[in-house]
């Protein structure tokens, strides 16, 4: 009976907090009541719920990744500072026109996620070119967060060879490599992409026909005409030096990646200095420090929660009950459940991995298969609205609301993913052989 009371509650919980984050409540005061609810319902003690393991996601979480979201910050102040953006910006523009340049956004963060720049990186680099893009086309400034989420957290991250997190968790616990389920993994990601690209085209168009048009917020630096610009070619060679630091590896020695970024904003005001106010460098960096402080303990708050709900009773429960699911796609909607709990589709997997990959290897599915099936299905429901990475673009980052955008970055990161891994897992039925 308290087993029931407790799943109950954990989902109340979750109900409550997608419902709260819809609506706008203030980020702590979201996941204070929704961790008393499991905590109450799965007769936890509260002092220990906030105090271990509230407290635990949260700053194991700000450990592991504020000098990122810091250089992160920088790396985007810099680009705008230097009018590296705008001229990145004027240059797609340029080539491919008002009409198509949004896709610009989501295949310039496919091709740095795919490179191994992390989720958080790849936002925090494209969001000032994905502000310009968005000026000169005229397009609603709300529909950016989708953009960036469904270039940086979808079909790159998870596609085969990927240098993320998605790939590296499963090959380490299931013996496989990052190009595990190679041509299926491929179709099914190359699905997501075109879907997408549609379905923005088409939301965007929509939007338009209602009379929706690019309005800036208070702090976008949407230049004025006629001004002098970097060479775009210059402007590109800061994310360039990015890439190439991040994935760096001579023998046992590698980049970090926060090493990668900084140096990446540093080589953006050594390269285009001409065209910086360097009295103005020390606000600059108050700036950035500021917006990197309050993106990340937003994101903390809902890794806080994560942490209580993973450590509920009742979380072993839903584990258990979702390795007896059949097939691939009992192994597709057990992946989903516990990285939509999570909030996390690197978190999700960390636990999914080695309670799911054995129990279907047992069951005569090859680890290549199970290792694409469960990377393609991290990517749908961890992306619900108490997601960090969602949570900081939209609200951090684009200062947007998810009563506003989420509508769109829902269909991008949540619905067309499930309909790829859904896909891969037909795929994989289908045609188990293929390389």
Not at 20 to 28: D, H, P, Q, S, T
Not at 119 to 133: H, K, N, T, Y
Not at 184 to 192: L, V
Request: glycine residues 10%.
């Amino acid at each position: 009976m308290q087993d029931m009371i407790g799943l109950i509650g954990l989902i109340a919980a979750f109900a409550l907090l997608m419902w709260m984050i819809m609506k706008g409540f203030n980020i702590y005061l979201t996941v204070f009541a929704c961790a008393l609810v499991v905590a109450v319902t799965c007769q936890m003690n509260i002092y220990e719920t906030y105090k271990v393991h509230f407290m635990t996601g949260f700053t194991n979480f700000f450990k592991n990744n504020f000098l990122i979201f810091l250089t992160g910050t920088l790396l985007a102040k810099a680009m705008d500072i230097t009018g590296a953006a705008k001229s990145i910006a004027k240059a797609i523009i340029k080539v491919m026109g008002t009409k198509w340049a949004f896709i610009s956004v989501p295949l310039a963060c496919g091709i740095l996620c795919y490179g191994g720049v992390t989720a958080f990186v790849c936002s925090f680099g494209v969001i000032s070119i994905a502000l310009q893009v968005w000026e000169a086309a005229d397009l609603p400034r709300r529909a950016i967060p989708g953009a960036l989420c469904f270039g940086c957290s979808t079909f790159a991250m998870i596609a085969p060879g990927a240098v993320q997190i998605h790939n590296n968790v499963p090959a380490s616990e299931l013996g496989t490599t990052y190009m595990a389920g190679a041509v299926n993994g491929f179709i099914a990601c190359g699905f997501m992409l075109v879907a997408g690209i549609i379905y923005l085209k088409f939301w965007l168009d929509r939007a338009k026909a209602r009379g929706e048009h690019f309005i800036a917020k208070e702090g976008d630096d949407m230049g004025v005409e006629g001004e002098a610009l970097p060479n775009p070619i210059v402007a590109i060679l800061p994310l360039v030096i990015t890439i190439f630091l991040v994935n760096f590896k001579v023998g046992s020695f590698s980049c970090p990646a926060e090493g990668g970024v900084l140096a990446g904003a540093v080589s953006a005001v050594l390269l285009m200095y001409k065209f910086v106010d360097l009295k103005n460098l020390p606000n600059v960096f108050a700036d950035a420090a500021a917006m990197a402080i309050v993106s990340i303990t937003n994101t903390c708050a809902v890794n806080g929660f994560g942490g209580v709900a993973s450590n509920s009773p009742v979380f072993s429960i839903i584990t258990n009950g979702v390795v007896n699911l059949p097939g691939l796609f009992g192994l597709l909607i057990g992946t989903n459940i516990i990285c939509g709990i999570c909030g996390s589709a690197s978190g999700g997997l960390g636990i999914a991995v080695p309670i799911l990959g054995p129990a279907y290897t047992q069951m005569g599915i090859a680890p290549s298969i199970i290792h694409r099936v469960m990377a393609l299905s991290s990517s749908a429901l961890d992306s619900l609205p108490h997601n960090g990475y969602i949570v900081t673009v939209t609200n951090g980052l684009c200062r947007e609301t998810h009563k506003d955008s989420y509508g769109l970055t829902f269909a991008l990161t949540v619905v067309i993913p499930f309909i790829g891994a859904a896909l891969g897992a037909v795929l994989f039925t289908v045609f188990p052989g293929l390389p």
